[in-house]
């Protein structure tokens, strides 16, 4: 099957592949197989740390571990986003403007959501320590279910924009066409490139500013004679996680750059180096949330370990001997 590749279809700035080359069968199978085994992978752990969340109700009413399980559930989204996408380039040459325009709205809007959260998990950590009297009226679950929604809100704004401007700029006939899916085949205006460069330029910036002014804070607070120095270290450890977290989120907008730079330095290995890239900017850090959060925090870690010691034992005794225990 002759397939093309286009690793940067949900790169929010423009891609850098305009040009897609062409695989052989064994080629495309293998890179295929290799991407639907870590979405599987992943999503599973993922999925696991899901089930955890909404298993026990001690989560439900911290404002911590909502945050936390919201960017897992828009990490398996945006992994299985960048993974149809990927799959789609392979398997279709050509699909449904409307239903590409969907897709990398989606792609663009959970790639957003990541830092954004991040940002808003790293306020959380500078309330609880440099606020602690009033972090329970501050951070409460109310405003953190509203937290969220300004998340989505602020995460769907730039590319909705470009959606509408897209609207107004092309025939109704484009939308009914189809093209191959990556986001220069869509948004062509220089326009749109130069706003998503200048919006994405903007919230990113925003974003390191509030981790480096928490964490500076948060940093002080652990010195004070008045703070806890335990939680203090705790949470200033927790920043510095988001900030490595915001670097590799940075990876997504400044891969088509690099890519740019690898293919006129190794012209050769194009459909190597684009799909190596490809999985270290897109794939590889939806794995970091369980293991930075997941099974660093003790509470949730201690849950987690209960949660898959009931499913094992459940899997061992099966579901005929569970409901003759139940019999009195």
């Known amino acids: 099957m002759n397939s093309s590749y286009i690793p940067t279809a949900i790169t929010p700035w423009a891609d850098s592949a305009a040009t897609p080359d062409r695989d052989a069968f064994h ?28 298993k026990h109700r001690v989560f439900y009413e911290n404002p911590r571990y909502m945050l936390f399980i919201h960017m897992v559930v828009n ?27 969907f897709l990398l709205l989606m792609a663009q809007v959970s790639t957003m ?20 009297l009033r972090h329970s009226q501050i951070c409460t679950v109310r405003r953190t279910h509203i937290l969220i929604a300004v998340i989505w809100a602020a995460g769907l704004a730039p590319p909705a924009s470009d959606l509408f401007i897209l609207l107004a700029m092309q025939p109704i006939g484009f939308f009914h066409s189809s093209l191959l ?23 990113l910036s925003c974003v390191g500013l509030i981790l480096i002014y928490t964490y500076i804070r948060v940093l002080f607070a652990a010195k004070a004679a008045t703070t806890d120095e335990a939680s203090a270290a705790k949470a200033r450890n927790t ?47 939806r794995f970091l949330s369980p293991i930075i959060y997941g099974v660093r925090d003790e509470k949730f870690r201690k849950h987690l370990k209960g949660y898959l010691f ?17 019999i009195p």
Request: proline share 4%; charged share 10%.
């Open 27 to 54: 080629t495309a199978f293998i890179k295929n197989f290799i991407v639907v085994f870590l979405w599987f992978f992943i999503n599973s752990v993922n999925g696991t740390l899901v089930m955890t969340f909404f």
């Open 75 to 101: 990490d398996i989204l945006q992994l299985t986003l960048a993974v149809t996408l990927h799959v789609v380039s392979y398997i279709f040459r050509s699909i449904n403007v409307s239903v590409c325009c």
């Open 113 to 132: 959501n990541t830092p954004l959260n991040l940002a808003a998990m790293a306020i959380e950590r500078y309330v609880a320590i440099c606020n602690p």
């Open 181 to 203: 899916c990556y986001s220069l085949n869509i948004f062509r205006s220089p326009y749109l490139v130069y706003k998503k460069q200048a919006s994405n330029s903007v919230y």
């Open 239 to 285: 920043i510095l996680l988001h900030g490595v977290q915001f670097l590799m989120c940075m990876l997504s907008y400044v891969m088509p750059l690099l890519d740019v730079v690898l293919l006129g330095l190794f012209p050769a290995q194009r459909t190597v180096i684009l799909f190596v890239n490809y999985l270290i900017a897109y794939v590889l850090p």
């Open 310 to 326: 009931c499913k094992s034992t459940l899997l061992k005794v099966g579901p005929h001997t569970v409901h003759s225990l139940k």
